[in-house]
């Protein structure tokens, strides 16, 4: 029995990622900040989405100190990452913070006036939907889902943990002078700690936006104007956006936006639906029914003419 197929065209809705990232000097002589926003390989043959990889380095130790630190670890997960992993991606993530914190570190070492720099580092890769996210430091990774805006990201300041701790309140810790002497960084210590960095997972919806920033941003720019921006404007304009306002806004400390766009996107879709199909080859239930009794018919009426009505 053979079956006839025929194709049906339809849409599915899916998403594809859109990026963009400003970094600048701002509030300073010199910009200690690094922004990175890349399409990387997944190495899966069949990678269901695109790649990227994000990532904010907020460097320490005076110039030149600062942004050689943030260099070196930018570079280090850069070239570590440039092949996203089919497998485990938090865990290639903590082993390319390892080697980071060893460069930093061993670059300090290797140099006296560079000795105790480090950096803050954020950093997601985006396969498709999925993020993983990593941070050390008081840089921060931010979703804003609707009208809704959250903070991924757990500071590694002494204020944040006293937050954490119900010591003293969010408001006020936003207010407080100890709000920058970080807890962790990259390169001030010959190991990073064990449980570093911190891992975060997210699957992204068609609009959502994933934001990655310095504190010389996010210190000036308050929550409204974080969502309208991202919100109203593609990912290069709206991280544009975020610096220009931040300078506006008095920051007076590098200012970097890295900006992820998840846009719904409808794409053409071909089903093939098998029809059944008689011995025939193709010939519908009822056409044959019908055939196959005008047969019988014409039988009735030859054996009639030739054998005779019955007397």
Same mark, same amino acid.
Do not use: W
């Given at each position: 029995?053979?079956?006839?197929?025929?194709?049906?065209?339809?849409? /599915?809705?899916?998403?594809? /990622?859109?990026?963009?990232?400003?970094?600048?000097?701002?509030?300073?002589?010199?910009?200690?900040?690094?922004?990175?926003?890349?399409?990387?390989?997944?190495?899966? @043959?069949?990678?269901?989405?695109d790649?990227? /990889?994000?990532?904010v380095?907020?460097?320490?130790?005076?110039?030149?100190?600062?942004?050689?630190?943030?260099?070196?670890? @930018?570079?280090?997960?850069?070239?570590?990452? $440039?092949?996203?992993?089919?497998?485990?991606?938090?865990?290639?993530?903590?082993?390319?913070?390892?080697?980071?914190?060893?460069a930093?570190?061993?670059?300090?070492?290797?140099?006296?006036t560079?000795?105790?720099?480090?950096?803050?580092?954020?950093? &997601?890769?985006?396969?498709?939907?999925?993020?993983?996210?990593?941070?050390?430091?008081d840089?921060? &990774?931010?979703?804003?889902?609707?009208?809704?805006?959250?903070?991924?990201?757990?500071?590694h300041?002494?204020?944040?943990d006293?937050?954490?701790?119900?010591?003293?309140?969010?408001?006020? &810790?936003?207010r407080?002078?100890?709000?920058?002497?970080?807890?962790?960084?990259?390169?001030?210590?010959?190991?990073?700690?064990?449980?570093?960095?911190?891992?975060?997972e997210?699957?992204?919806?068609p609009?959502d936006?994933l934001?990655?920033?310095s504190d010389?941003?996010?210190?000036?720019?308050?929550?409204?104007?974080?969502?309208?921006?991202?919100?109203?404007?593609?990912?290069?304009?709206?991280?544009?956006?975020?610096?220009?306002? $931040?300078?506006?806004?008095?920051?007076?400390?590098?200012?970097?936006?890295?900006?992820?766009?998840?846009?719904?996107?409808?794409?053409?879709?071909?089903?093939?639906?098998?029809?059944?199909?008689?011995?025939?080859?193709?010939?519908?239930?009822?056409a044959?029914?019908?055939?196959?009794?005008?047969?019988?018919?014409?039988?009735?009426?030859i054996?009639?003419v030739?054998?005779?009505?019955p007397?």
């Amino acid at each position: 029995m053979s079956v006839p197929a025929t194709a049906k065209e339809s849409t /599915l809705e899916t998403l594809r /990622l859109s990026v963009g990232a400003v970094s600048d000097a701002a509030g300073r002589s010199d910009n200690q900040d690094v922004a990175i926003a890349v399409p990387v390989r997944h190495e899966s @043959a069949a990678g269901d989405g695109d790649d990227f /990889l994000l990532l904010v380095a907020d460097g320490m130790g005076g110039h030149p100190s600062g942004d050689l630190a943030s260099r070196i670890a @930018a570079d280090t997960v850069k070239e570590d990452l $440039a092949v996203v992993p089919a497998g485990d991606v938090g865990l290639a993530l903590k082993q390319a913070y390892r080697r980071a914190n060893d460069a930093v570190f061993q670059a300090g070492q290797d140099e006296p006036t560079h000795a105790g720099m480090g950096t803050t580092l954020t950093t &997601a890769v985006l396969h498709g939907k999925y993020a993983t996210i990593a941070n050390v430091g008081d840089s921060r &990774a931010y979703l804003l889902r609707g009208q809704g805006l959250t903070q991924v990201t757990q500071d590694h300041t002494v204020v944040a943990d006293e937050v954490a701790q119900g010591r003293i309140s969010a408001d006020n &810790a936003r207010r407080d002078p100890r709000r920058n002497r970080l807890t962790h960084a990259i390169g001030t210590h010959p190991r990073l700690e064990s449980r570093l960095p911190n891992i975060y997972e997210l699957v992204l919806l068609p609009g959502d936006r994933l934001f990655l920033c310095s504190d010389g941003l996010y210190e000036a720019v308050d929550e409204d104007d974080l969502r309208r921006l991202l919100r109203d404007l593609n990912p290069g304009v709206a991280a544009q956006g975020l610096v220009a306002l $931040a300078k506006e806004r008095g920051t007076r400390d590098n200012a970097t936006a890295v900006v992820a766009a998840a846009i719904p996107t409808r794409v053409p879709v071909t089903t093939v639906i098998a029809t059944p199909a008689g011995r025939t080859g193709g010939v519908p239930g009822t056409a044959l029914a019908i055939a196959v009794g005008i047969l019988l018919v014409l039988l009735l009426i030859i054996a009639v003419v030739v054998l005779g009505l019955p007397r």
